[in-house]
């Protein structure tokens, strides 16, 4: 199982890794079960010759990853691999697991419960603002762990304000750990560092690309018992994650608001296709107990 662990680290640093690119060479391997009836690595076609992809780039990555690891050793990063005892078991129940999590900061939140995903828009108003204010405390005192994006806006007040109320909460980010993405939420990353957690699927050199935020959306819903959207304009990022949190059988929670506001198009709408109306904490609580 370590050869087979090593691989997979040392397959996720090459620079055309993708969760596609790296299940066709594991399927090679005798993985075991759960793993190795994933549904998305069921169906992914074999590669002809798996050991002539996976040596393309080996002599690069085996020069350059000891040194790596021994940099996010120092770094206090920790890599944590679908075949390890760690990983979190909501998480391997959605279609596309990430195959690691490089972690840095309080590794225990991994299997504290509840876990409440919280996202909404980068734009959010003093309504949305004052709605978290309002719902956290009662949420953080029965001990609910926040799980959020790091983006501007509603992810932001959503860290700050379980910080701030004495609660627990996790970042998942787009890229990897060594660029926090947006520049102003840098600090509010190495403080999380230290007494909260930040998860990204990418090793920590990897710069955010575009596609790795409705990625990263997955992880978010998948860590968590269900997923509150707090603000979010029609087509907005955040109902990409609640249909992530739909398709995963995980409950969708959504603040009300204003017909005349586009802030609340979305959350209006989800309410409408049967996401559960929020006004107060209790409403999120009396789900996630069960």
């Not at 007040?157 to 970042?171: D, F, L, Q």
């Not at 979305?266 to 904490?281: P, R």
Request: glycine content about 6%.
């Amino acid at each position: 199982m370590e050869r087979i662990r090593s691989k997979l680290i040392r397959l996720l640093h090459r620079p055309d890794s993708t969760w596609n690119s790296v299940g066709r060479i594991l399927k090679a391997e005798p993985l075991p079960e759960p793993i190795a009836s994933l549904p998305a690595l069921k169906f992914l076609p074999p590669l002809k010759d798996s050991a002539a992809a996976d040596l393309t780039q080996a002599r690069h990555i085996d020069e350059t990853l000891p040194i790596l690891l021994q940099q996010y050793k120092a770094r206090n990063i920790s890599i944590i691999t679908i075949l390890d005892s760690s990983y979190p078991s909501l998480l391997k129940q959605i279609y596309q697991p990430p195959w690691a999590l490089f972690a840095s900061g309080d590794l225990s939140l991994l299997d504290a419960t509840p876990k409440l995903a919280v996202v909404g828009s980068r734009q959010v108003s003093d309504y949305g603002k004052n709605a978290i204010r309002l719902i956290f405390p009662e949420l953080i005192e029965k001990g609910t762990v926040i799980v959020s994006g790091l983006a501007k806006g509603v992810d932001t007040v959503a860290h700050e304000c379980a910080i701030r109320n004495g609660g627990k909460t996790i970042a998942v980010i787009a890229g990897g750990l060594y660029h926090v993405y947006p520049e102003e939420n840098r600090k509010l990353a190495f403080e999380m560092m230290k007494s909260q957690l930040v998860l990204s699927e990418h090793p920590p050199g990897t710069k955010p690309a575009r596609w790795h935020f409705p990625m990263r959306n997955r992880i978010i819903s998948g860590l968590s018992r269900g997923t509150f959207i707090v603000e979010a304009k029609n087509k907005s990022g955040s109902l990409i994650t609640a249909n992530y949190a739909v398709h995963e059988g995980r409950d969708v929670f959504s603040l009300p608001g204003s017909i005349f506001s586009p802030f609340s198009t979305g959350t209006n709408e989800l309410i409408q296709q049967g996401a559960k109306l929020i006004i107060k904490a209790e409403d999120i609580l009396e789900e996630l107990r069960y």
